[in-house]
């Protein structure tokens, strides 16, 4: 369970430019299940999606993971939290130019220092069960756009996360592969994980596997009967 | 789990990096390279210069002793052997003859010296690689050999013919390359020493450690007289040839100093690319220690690289070549020039010198700029 009390995130603090994208959320996520954070651009959703993955740190406020105060924790911590925790599928994906489907997805493990023909097995055995086996050592360049978001998606999973992160997953798919993501985070939610994808797109939060959203407006959450 | 492992797949992504930026990682080793193997040819030839002349003067005279008038080398009367002779210690005192003579027709100086196998018959001479060669040079004509004549001009005017009995050994050409035996006779044809004069006289000692004491004495008993040992001799061949490696050096400073623009440029400014990548490599789980960890890889991947084909490529321009690139500076003998092949000598020293001075700068420098990027916040690459 993931708990956030008062969370405020400010950019360029004291500075002519100075932003508040976070303006004091509390907001609690249950361990099964999928969130949607939807709302429209600027509204801080994926600001929200970096502090709950652990990418950046609230300016004030506090975050627990199932009751471990993270807030507080040094860089190191929170990097291994978010290597074991999390699986964050990028909404421009991030794979990596120049080297294969395959490489991409074994990339989050290697500082885990496991053993490399147990650590292919498994990338292997994540690309077979995504459909991407033909395309393991077809460089990124050569992906297409389906391909590329399931290779990040098989990326976002080899550290066998509890947690799945989303941001705008489906921004640059167009209905079918938006469609097959959701049908992939439903096998996820199947298997226990939790889901949390941020976007605007009424495919993704209008989706059935998605069980509960959180509608953002101006950095804060828009009341709703839905909400704790 | 094991941090060999950890240690493997971050080379292992290291290397596919450098190849993902070919280009730019090609002209950075092709420079260094360059580099190195400029400096590292000038430590070879230096050494090896000073070794060999070290090897060749092992079986020179332990002592030799000159006469000075007014501060200038003056031919030494043969009675000074008598009294010499005498010190307790001295094995015995030959006198030497030798001088040099500028030949006018080839431009330049030789060194001639007398050798008592000359003597008879008289009229001959032999001569080393560099006088053969330059006697030939400008003409089109063969280097001279065995039984062609030198004309040699004498005190008085007239000319001398002497004809080439034999060439010096290559293996000694560094410091008889420009070497004439002739017999005794000819030899004060050409210069008009009188018979009880000789130019120097060379002792032999027996025993290493009384060199100084017998040095003094023979200064005492002849305050005109000058000892020269052969260590004092080795010292100036190396000083000379630390000079000549130092001339060199400064030249290539220059060389060097523009690589280290280069390299700071390459090395240090991070594209938008690779910053990109960082960022990346935090958000899905690298630790700062991983990243600066893949870019210590990066620059000791790259900077050992140039460094031992630098080192290679300077073994084989030494040892190999000739030391085409040097060879006027370092070996030259007024105009004539040894053509020699060197013993190749690594001294280990110099190797770890310069790779302290090149290897070890230039890894911390590109982990600098890669440590200002691995801090940054991982969720600058959500708004990429």
Known sequence: ?228 | MSAIEKQRHILDFTLSSLGRRKSKNIALVTVYTFVLFLLASVLFLTDSLKKEAALILQDAPEMTVQRLVAGRQDPIPKHYIDSIKGIRGVQSVAPRLWGYYYDAFSGANYTLMVNAELNDPTGRVIIGAGVARRSAAGQDILPLGKNDVIPFKTYDGSVLTLKVAGLLPAASELVTTDLILVSEADFKKIFAIADDYATDLVLKIRNAKELATIAAKITQLHPDSRPILREEILRTYNAVFDWRGGVILMVLTGVFFAFIILAWDKATGLSAEEKREIGILKAIGWETSDILLMKFWEGAVVSLTAFFIGIFLAYLHIFLGYANLFEPVLKGWSVLYPNFRLTPYIDAYQIATLFFLTVIPYTVVTIIPSWRSATIDPDSVMRM
């Open chain 1, 1 to 228: 369970m993931i708990r956030l009390q008062d969370i405020r995130k400010v950019f360029n603090t004291d500075k002519p430019n100075e932003f508040v994208a976070i303006k004091g959320v509390t907001l609690t996520i249950n361990s099964e299940g999928a969130t949607a954070l939807k709302g429209p651009s600027g509204s801080g959703k994926t600001t929200l999606l970096s502090i709950l993955g652990c990418m950046a740190r609230p300016t004030s406020g506090r975050i627990t993971l199932n009751d471990r105060e993270l807030t507080s924790l040094p860089e190191r911590f929170l990097t291994e939290i978010r290597r074991e925790t999390f699986g964050i599928i990028f909404q421009q994906f991030n794979l990596i130019k120049g080297i294969t489907a395959l490489e991409n997805v074994m990339i989050p493990a290697y500082p885990k220092g496991e053993k490399h023909a147990a650590l292919k097995k498994r990338a292997m055995d994540l690309l077979d069960v995504l459909n991407l086996t033909d395309k393991a050592y077809s460089k990124m360049e050569w992906l297409s756009g389906g391909e590329a978001q399931r290779t990040a998606i098989a990326r976002a999973l080899i550290n066998n996360p509890a947690i799945i992160i989303a941001d705008e997953p489906t921004a640059h798919l167009d209905t079918a592969l938006s469609k097959e993501f959701m049908e992939i985070m439903r096998r996820l939610k199947a298997e226990g994980k939790t889901i949390i994808i941020a976007s605007h797109d009424p495919i993704a939060f209008g989706s059935d596997v998605i069980d509960r959203i959180v509608e953002m407006r101006d950095g804060m959450i828009v009341p709703s009967g839905d909400e704790p």
